[in-house]
């Protein structure tokens, strides 16, 4: 079948499960989950996965649930977590290579009633992947690349994560040439879209292309540092 985009249902029902966020209600509307919700983004995927694998033919594009779909339940046992059992908010993501999806390099989106945020790079860094970064960073010319990059996205109208720490890890200072990377949890840039460009599929996926298009270059960074990380 052929991504038609999302309905103009979808959104509406996103709201309906914040107003009614227990399994019970969920599982008396499974059926409109799946029509507005489930389907449609196997279908995005599928159709979304193929213009980003002419961009990087690596990329992994999965129409399945934990792969580069989320499953709709969320985790309530982790501590701090959301305590609601069900997302409103769908999120969708196409990662490059062979280690796990949140990290290694990717595109993502999600969407909800408020935002479709698009974005690349790696949100957080578990270890192995924050001792990776800092060793591809501690080498000058591709720290001074990285930071020039980061001007240059942020000139194209995109946000990029802010610090996370506040001391310079060990190996660099403030005198050095963009030691201030070194003080990052995670390197993404991301764009705050309409919610409602969801429902026209070839705007979406047109619109998509570019963003991506323009996110290529630190998608591509991260991933070669995803490449550093050492196994366990």
């Given amino acids: 079948m052929e991504f038609k985009g999302f309905s ?13 966020n227990n399994k019970e209600w ?11 919700i489930l389907n449609p983004s196997r279908l995005f995927v599928e159709e979304m996965g193929e213009h980003l694998q002419a961009l ?5 594009a999965i129409p399945k649930i934990n792969k580069s779909l989320y499953r709709i339940y969320r985790d309530t046992r982790r501590m701090g977590a959301n305590k609601e059992p069900i997302k409103s908010r769908i999120g969708i993501i196409f990662w490059q290579g062979n280690t796990k999806r949140m990290q290694s390099s990717c595109f993502y989106l999600h969407f909800s009633p408020e935002e479709l945020l698009v974005a690349a790079g790696v949100r957080w860094f578990e270890k192995p992947m924050l001792d990776a970064f800092r060793e591809y960073i501690s080498d000058e010319g ?16 995109y946000t990029h994560l802010e610090k996370g720490y506040k001391r ?14 070194s003080l990052y949890k995670g390197m993404a840039t991301f764009k705050i879209l309409n919610p409602n460009l969801i429902q026209n599929a070839e705007e979406l996926i047109d ?7 323009d996110m290529l270059p630190l998608q591509q960074i991260m991933y070669e540092v995803s490449l550093r990380v050492k196994e366990i």
Avoid: Q
Avoid at 56 to 60: A, D, G, M, Q, V
Avoid at 207 to 213: D, P
């Fill in 56 to 60: 990087e033919p690596t990329i992994n």
């Fill in 26 to 36: 969920f599982a008396n509307h499974k059926k409109e989950y799946e029509e507005l």
């Fill in 142 to 157: 591709k720290r001074v690349a990285l930071e020039a990059l980061l001007i240059s996205i942020t000139a194209k109208g």
């Fill in 168 to 181: 310079y890890p060990k190996g660099f200072s403030a005198e050095m040439p963009a030691a201030d990377l």
């Fill in 207 to 213: 619109t998509l292309y570019e963003i991506y298009e």
């Fill in 8 to 20: 103009k249902k979808t959104l509406p029902f996103l709201e309906a499960i914040r107003e009614n």
